[in-house]
């Protein structure tokens, strides 16, 4: 549905964006992630024909860009950072503007009913016949998205869709994007990792304009985890000793004391699970076993790890063995990256 | 091409809508009007107290509303919109470059042209319906006196065709810039000296002098005023604004490649 090929693109003596490829399959939402200033919006500004490739193509639904821009666009939903609103017009008013540009020739009734069922989808019926000027953050957002659906576009681009929202409207817009994927096919920009974990079936990270990995969420906590790593919690006794001589342990570290209970970090050999002999020789020798899990990277630390990394284009494969120093929990806090 | 035509026709819809929807219109059209209305009782006190002299006095001078009246409050027109019409244009492009507005016109499938010229379009619109104003002051010649409708047709042909070259001008300036405030003073500064770029005709030789009064925009307002369409002055005009478009085009271009 969306292929970029070796896509550059630069201002003067800047790159933003370094032969940058990948593919986007019809239904499929596509994350793409990475620091302010990593050429997501760059990308995404060719991606919806506001201004050619220096080198490079992109093709959205079958047309290039730069010889079928026209085709291409109809095709499309942009949200751009800031919601592109006229403050002097209604939200009605304004999708249907909107509505008449992308699609030149339809019926006034089509069009009020188009507005009608694009306000609804995106929840902004109460604030129809107020102006766009004076609407919230969030609702200003809504309004963009719904401006980005009006034509019913097979592909939707959405430039940090959840920026400068609520938790309560950070949920309800991803779980409306969710609900659009099928039917479009969708590319979003966050540097929220979370999102890209809860909302996305592949990510892009990009990183000073070239494209560092491309995976599942999974597939990208799992890859980078290299050596496995446990995390116990014993209570009744020094562990470490015991811990360190069950087969296939490479190594134990004390990591904090909760009251009576030790907390244990665990170096396994790679690719062995060592779960449950850990658990027999701890029970065995009479201690309580509060806690036994694998220490997983979260997409924050693979990103810090991904996009702090000297060496250039260093595959997601090829990283070092990580060395994560907390327990952590996917998608657990919003934290920006970088 | 229909296509193309509804693509036009929503964005200068849009464009007037705005201009009617902010502030803008209405103070033209209460600036215009007051200033219009201020040189229309003037002229007509001063055409009424000769007509009087005549009456009193003996050989009557031939007095004529078109020529004593309606040229000179034409020409006076010219100037208002000179001051006026870079007020207009000035938001046109800078506005929507700087609100991020333009990313949506960029990015919806319209060619550049279409988008130039329906802004064009509506600004001329506007610049028709402030014009549409004066002709209630117009009215009242009709009503007290007999004046020549022609000359008072051809003149507000030759206004509307003056008006839309600032337009197309103002046009150019706004898109190459997301400052309001430059592009408002730049659009005038070039609309002026093109008004008084005849001045310096007196000292050069003749053929300079020759293209000078050539390049001058109110050079070709005049014969409008008198009544007289000549097609000399329809195709500078018309170039003239072509050429502004044509300029707006490919300052808009180079903004998209250079980002």
């Known amino acids: 549905m969306i292929e970029v090929q070796h896509l550059t693109k630069r201002y003067g003596p800047l790159t933003a964006v370094d032969d940058v490829s990948f593919r986007v399959e019809k239904g499929e939402i596509l994350g793409f992630l990475g620091p302010n200033g990593a050429g997501k919006t760059t990308t995404m500004r060719v991606l919806t024909g506001y201004m050619p490739a220096t080198e490079g193509r992109a093709v959205v639904a079958g047309f290039d860009l730069f010889t079928h821009p026209i085709e291409a666009k109809r095709r499309i939903g942009y949200l751009p950072e800031t919601p ?42 109460d604030v129809a016949d107020r102006h766009c000027g004076k609407l919230s ?117 004390t990591m904090e004391r909760h009251g009576t209970a030790v907390a244990y970090e665990i170096e ?17 020798r009479g201690w309580g076993l509060l806690e036994l899990r694998p220490l997983r990277l979260s997409l924050e ?25 907390l327990p952590a929990e996917p998608g657990a806090a919003g934290v920006p990256g970088a | 091409m229909r296509n193309s035509l509804l693509n036009i026709n929503a964005v200068a819809v849009k464009e007037l809508r705005s201009y009617f929807a902010s502030p803008t219109a209405w103070v033209m059209m209460g600036l215009f009007a007051f200033l219009f209305g201020y040189f229309f009782v003037t002229y007509l006190q001063f055409f009424v107290m000769q007509s009087t002299q005549a009456q009193f006095g003996g050989a009557p001078p031939a ?15 010219s100037v208002i919109i000179l001051f006026l019409l870079p007020m ?86 706004s898109s190459t810039t997301k400052n309001q405030m430059v592009a408002g003073a730049a659009t005038f500064v070039l609309a002026l000296l093109l008004w008084i770029v005849d001045w310096m005709a007196e000292g050069s030789g003749p053929t300079t ?21 000549d097609t000399k002055h329809v195709v500078y005009y018309v170039s003239f604004i072509s050429f502004g478009l044509f300029l707006t085009l490919k300052s808009v271009d180079s903004e998209r490649w250079r980002g």
């Open chain 1, 84 to 125: 592109p609103l006229y403050p002097d017009m209604t939200v009605r008013e304004y999708l249907a503007f909107v509505a008449r540009i992308k699609t030149p020739g339809l019926s006034a009734a089509d069009r009020v009913m188009r507005v009608a069922h694009v306000m609804k989808r995106a929840r902004t019926d």
């Open chain 1, 137 to 253: 953050k969030g609702y200003r957002q809504r309004v963009g998205l719904a401006q980005a659906l009006i034509h019913d576009p097979e592909v939707l681009i959405l430039d940090e869709p959840t920026a400068g929202l609520d938790p309560k409207q950070i949920i309800e817009t991803r779980d409306l994007i969710r609900s659009l994927a099928g039917d479009h096919t969708i590319v979003l920009s966050t540097h929220i990792l979370p999102e890209v974990a809860q909302t996305c079936q592949r990510v892009v990270i990009i990183n000073k304009g070239r494209v560092v990995a491309v995976d599942t969420p999974d597939n990208l906590t799992h890859q980078l985890e290299g050596a496995a790593t446990l995390y116990v919690l014993v209570e009744g006794g020094e562990a470490a000793e015991a811990l360190g001589s069950v087969p296939g342990i490479q190594h134990v570290s």
């Open chain 1, 268 to 284: 396994a050999e790679p690719h062995r699970d060592v779960r449950r002999d850990v658990a027999r020789a701890i029970v065995d």
């Open chain 1, 301 to 325: 630390e693979i990103f810090l790890q991904l996009t702090t990394e000297e060496s250039e284009g260093a595959s997601a494969n090829a990283g070092p063995p990580p060395q994560p120093v």
């Open chain 2, 63 to 77: 007095m004529n509303i078109n020529m004593q009246m309606v040229r000179p409050l034409l020409g006076n027109a």
């Open chain 2, 88 to 173: 207009v244009t000035m938001r046109t492009y800078s506005e929507e470059k700087r609100s991020g507005t333009i990313e949506l016109l960029l990015t919806s499938p319209l060619t550049d042209f279409e988008i130039i010229m329906g802004k064009f379009l509506g600004a001329v619109a506007l610049y028709a319906a402030l014009l549409a104003v004066t002709m209630a002051y117009m009215a009242f010649l009709f009503v007290y006196g007999d004046p020549e409708w022609l000359p008072l047709v051809s003149g507000y042909l030759g206004l509307l065709l003056l008006g839309s070259c600032f337009i197309s001008l103002g046009l150019f300036i």
């Open chain 2, 209 to 229: 002098a020759s293209v000078l009064r050539y390049l001058s925009i109110t050079g070709h307002f005049d014969d409008f005023g008198k009544g007289v369409i």
